[in-house]
């Protein structure tokens, strides 16, 4: 059980770490909203230590409240993020000291706890702070990117030189394959149970769409026209006045570019197209003759091997996400070019399912059958339903420990401020065939 803790305080000190490079701010960076879409970085500081006390210290530990009359402040179902300002949080030095307090009590119920109940064990529990805290942390990473002002985060550019893959796409016959786990300890209750499903032949993009070709749909008209967009996504598109993807703008030499985290650069032809609502995506689709994958099929071109039968952890194996295998855990503040991950593909050969950008698919936030809620209904019960699209894959900016082939993310289709991208699936008429 050494070995587990051990494991288990490397992720949790992993996220913490990452917490405070992007909280480590000026006090008016941490207090202001640099969005209505988002909460002050201040409030999102205090509910992830909140969210720790309740679980680990208080559930775990066995120890009282160490603030009394803040849970409902950082509540995050009792109150809208547009109006978290108003309430009498924390200020920067009180928010620092209650985070730090909150670890040293999380550091007593790791080490002299015993991992002997369903929410203990495996260290259940304390994985899924991990991957509370590291889902926060790309939440806060997108707060970020909206902010108005000099850059306040640096990191090494992600790869910009890779090798696509032969082919454009590839056939993914039919037959059945399994969807979610039932023996992954650290898998969130949406993921589970395993099940079988058969899906029909489909085929799939070896990569995600490019700005090279997301481009040719917005110089083709794509925007301007509503054969290519569902109804409610064209009237999403009018009253949002939607041209082209979030943050894509101009050079002051006129060139296409786009605003990353307070820096205007290129627009790489071959990095995956990001920040893109699912209703995008979903026209880019028809325009480009395709369509979104549902997620099981997503899910059988990231995990079956057709070698064995059997569904892996990973599109290249069981082996946990290293560097070579995908752009993951804000190493990078953006994506790296298309091909640029070998390592990381499918036995298919589907590159880069993993890490860069998130994949709209296009199915709607379900439960799988034999779904129970635990630990608590409020991270993904409420959620059912076809308001929300589901995600896939992860991006540059999801740690690992929140990222496998079974994670499901979820939104609203209208949401661009997430590191969202797509892939395109295609009906077996036209599996095979290249791109034209």
Avoid at 76 to 89: D, I, V
Avoid at 301 to 321: C, L, Q, V
Avoid at 413 to 432: K, T
């Amino acid at each position: 059980m050494t070995a587990a803790r051990t494991r288990l305080r490397q992720h949790l000190e992993r996220a913490r770490a990452r917490t405070r490079s992007l909280t480590d701010l000026p006090d008016s960076e941490l207090t202001a909203q640099h969005s209505p879409l988002m909460s002050p970085l201040v409030w999102d500081l205090v509910h992830i230590a909140n969210q720790e006390e309740q679980w680990l210290v208080r559930k775990v530990g066995g120890r009282p409240p160490l603030r009394s009359g803040i849970d409902d402040l950082y509540d995050a179902f009792l109150h809208p993020r547009a109006t978290r300002p108003e309430l009498p949080l924390l200020g920067p030095d009180e928010a620092r000291r209650y985070v730090d307090e909150v670890r040293a009590a999380s550091w007593d119920a790791l080490n002299q706890g015993s991992f002997d109940s369903e929410l203990t064990r495996d260290g259940f529990v304390f994985a899924m702070v991990a991957q509370h805290e590291q889902q926060h942390g790309e939440t806060m990473l997108a707060t970020h990117q909206l902010r108005e002002g000099p850059p306040l985060l640096d990191a090494p550019e992600a790869p910009r030189r890779g090798t696509p893959p032969e082919q454009s796409r590839v056939l993914v016959p039919a037959g059945e394959v399994e969807i979610g786990t039932s023996s992954d300890p650290w898998a969130l209750d949406n993921e589970q149970p395993a099940q079988r499903v058969h899906v029909p032949a489909f085929s799939i993009d070896t990569v995600p769409v490019s700005n090279r070709r997301y481009l040719e749909f917005v110089e083709d008209g794509g925007y301007r026209r509503p054969e290519f967009w569902s109804e409610p996504g064209w009237r999403h598109r009018c009253d949002a006045e939607l041209e082209a993807p979030r943050f894509w703008t101009h050079d002051p030499a006129g060139r296409r570019a786009r605003r990353s985290f307070g820096r205007i650069v290129e627009l790489h032809p071959d990095e995956p197209v990001v920040h893109v609502c699912f209703y995008e995506a979903e026209a880019f689709g028809r325009w480009a003759g395709g369509r979104l994958p549902t997620e099981f099929e997503w899910e059988k071109a990231a995990r079956w091997d057709p070698a064995t039968g059997r569904s892996r952890a990973y599109p290249w194996g069981d082996e946990e996400p290293g560097p070579q295998h995908a752009n993951l855990g804000q190493c990078h503040l953006g994506p790296a070019v298309v091909g640029a991950y070998p390592a990381g593909a499918s036995p298919l050969g589907v590159h880069q399912l993993i890490g860069d950008v998130w994949e709209w698919t296009s199915s709607p936030f379900e439960p799988y059958p034999g779904f129970r809620a635990f630990p608590y209904r409020e991270y993904s019960e409420v959620f059912f339903g076809n308001d929300y699209r589901v995600l896939r894959g992860g991006s540059f900016g999801t740690d690992s420990v929140a990222c496998r082939g079974t994670f499901r993310n979820w939104d609203l289709p209208v949401r661009r401020q997430i590191f969202a991208g797509f892939r395109l699936a295609y009906d077996p008429a036209g599996a095979g065939e290249p791109d034209v």
